[in-house]
């Protein structure tokens, strides 16, 4: 009978598993970039288009969520003053 459970590897070949998940990634970057399979200026430039989009619109959103709650709250003040 052997000390390994049947399905199971070895803790020393676990880690050689382990170790070769970096291998994936590194083999898709190294095939775009000696086949030129995607142009790199189209993917900077859109990166720093909807990058700056969303941070825009993230700000937009902060500004108007601010101009309301101000808004609101000095609406309610009024109402309970003249009450």
Same mark, same amino acid.
């Given at each position: 009978?052997? &000390?390994?459970a049947v399905g199971r590897p070895?803790? &020393?070949l676990s880690s050689v598993h382990h170790g070769f998940y970096w291998l994936i990634p590194f083999t898709f970057a190294l095939a775009v970039l000696r086949y030129r399979l995607f142009e790199i200026e189209v993917i900077i430039n859109r990166t720093l288009v909807y990058g700056t989009l969303t941070v825009l619109l993230a700000g937009l959103y902060l500004l108007l969520v601010r101009l309301f709650t101000l808004i609101i709250r000095s609406c309610c003040a009024a109402r309970m003053t003249r009450q």
């Open positions: 009978m052997s &000390a390994v070895t803790p &020393a």
